[in-house]
């Protein structure tokens, strides 16, 4: 298939595992991980100072043992820099105030609470496709749908005004662009890259407790005892972790149904069991980085303390030790995957994910009487922690 592929930055290139060195491989990591699997479910990568994770059963073992395998911290120490602002963030945090903030948030996360938010998913959807659609029978999947349709879900959500979504939107790349540290022993982010998303958090968790709305943010404020500095980082996470994953979750669920033929057939399905099996399928988190608490023994390996380890969900998805021909697209597998991951640190988001994917593909497809996917200027995402894909035009028929 000849897609359009991006060169990789020699410098990220090195901080990839050696079979994920190239654009072809990254887009389909599934043959790579196999074959790790099958050597051996926990190895040392000497060239990136890790140890890498392939199994089922040890990928979700490790998640799950969050005193020994903790996440890596985002910062080292607590300076006075704006990086550090976002060190309170549940995303960077272990132990007794992780699981402090994560017991005050889970109460605005339940499917009760986000039933209020179906309308606005609905009508969010309903005028991108508008937008994306006007005067033009072809669009980028990527940048005119899936991005800017769960960026706006999550922004209102949270509390972020219209605008300056385009603004968070740019901080969100920053940041992800110069972390490689979910693949590899390295922290690439500095102080400069976040000093303007610090400070703008600030300000608004300041701003809605002089003045509340209806929104997340002001609920934290008035109605928990979480601490400004609680509250801003972390609703900078939910934009973070809930963006770029509903995005990939979007795209790679049309990418998937396009290659089974079954984008005229998905009505045969349920669609929110369909989406079980795109998230096991090609999750968009593939690994997720910890640090070894204590010399921990994980199977047959012994980890020495302070070891980076790389948790490869990606890998643990298609073991055929859980799933029966785990390679196969099976719409009505359901499948218990980890792309939502397990423990102390799983994610917080998916009730939001689970409601919202399936509303706005629904909308998207109540809509067409076609779509094709133009693959020669397809272009798969550069990266081994996450699948997905930076631009898919498409052409479309509306009925
Ligand atoms: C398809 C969409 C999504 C996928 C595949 C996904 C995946 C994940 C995974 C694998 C983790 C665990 C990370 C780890 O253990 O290191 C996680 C955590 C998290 N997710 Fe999601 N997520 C999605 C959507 C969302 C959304 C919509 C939000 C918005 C609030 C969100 C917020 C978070 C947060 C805050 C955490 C950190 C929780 C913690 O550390 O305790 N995610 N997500």
């Known amino acids: 298939m000849g897609f359009n592929f991006k060169t990789i930055d020699t410098e990220i290139a090195n901080s990839l595992p050696k079979g994920l060195r190239s654009n072809e491989a990254l887009h389909d990591p599934f043959e790579w991980y196999h074959n790790k699997r099958n050597t051996a479910p926990v190895q040392y990568d000497p060239s990136r100072g890790v140890y890498d994770v392939f199994s089922y059963e040890l990928v979700k073992k490790s998640l799950q043992d969050g005193e020994n395998l903790v996440r890596p911290e985002l910062t080292q120490e607590e300076i006075d820099d704006p990086l550090s602002y976002f060190d309170a963030g549940m995303v960077w945090s272990n132990g007794s105030d992780h699981k402090q903030v994560k017991g005050e948030m889970f109460q605005y996360f339940t499917p009760r609470i986000l039933n209020g938010i179906e309308e606005s998913i609905l009508s969010i959807t309903k005028a991108q496709l508008d937008t994306a659609m006007s005067d033009t029978n072809e669009f980028d999947f990527v940048e005119d749908f ?4 769960p960026l706006r879900v ?7 005004p219209q605008a300056d979504h385009e603004r968070l939107l740019q901080w969100l790349e920053t940041f992800r662009s ?25 300000n608004i968790v300041a701003e809605r407790r002089a003045n509340p709305q209806n929104d997340l943010i002001s609920q934290l404020v008035t109605e928990t005892t979480l601490t400004p500095k609680q509250i801003g980082s972390n609703c900078f996470d939910f934009a973070l972790a809930g963006q770029g994953t509903m995005s990939e979750l979007l795209t790679n669920a049309l990418y998937i149904l396009d290659q089974q ?30 640090r070894a608490a204590s010399q921990i023994k994980l199977g047959k390996s012994t980890i020495p303390v302070d070891s980076t380890v790389i948790l490869w969900i990606g890998a643990a998805n298609r073991d055929p030790d859980q799933f029966t021909d785990p390679d196969s697209f099976n719409p009505h597998r ?16 998916a009730p939001i994910a689970r409601l919202e994917a399936p509303i706005i593909l629904q909308t998207l497809f109540d809509r067409l009487a076609r ?26 028929v509306e009925k």
């Open 261 to 290: 033929s079954s984008i005229s057939e998905f009505e045969d399905h349920d669609l929110s069991v369909l989406l079980e099996e795109v998230l096991r399928y090609r999750s968009p988190l593939q690994a997720r980085a910890r």
């Open 146 to 149: 899936a991005v800017p349709i």
């Open 371 to 396: 779509l094709d996917i133009d693959y020669e200027r397809v272009v798969p995402k550069p990266k081994a922690s996450k699948l997905g894909f930076d631009r898919m035009p498409v052409q479309i």
């Open 334 to 349: 359901d499948p218990n995957h980890l792309a939502f991951g397990s423990g102390s640190h799983n994610c917080i988001g």
């Open 178 to 202: 110069v972390m490689t540290s979910e693949d590899s022993d390295e922290m690439s982010l500095t102080e400069g890259h976040m000093t303007g998303a610090a400070q703008y958090f600030e």
């Open 154 to 160: 999550i922004m209102d959500f949270i509390g972020i």
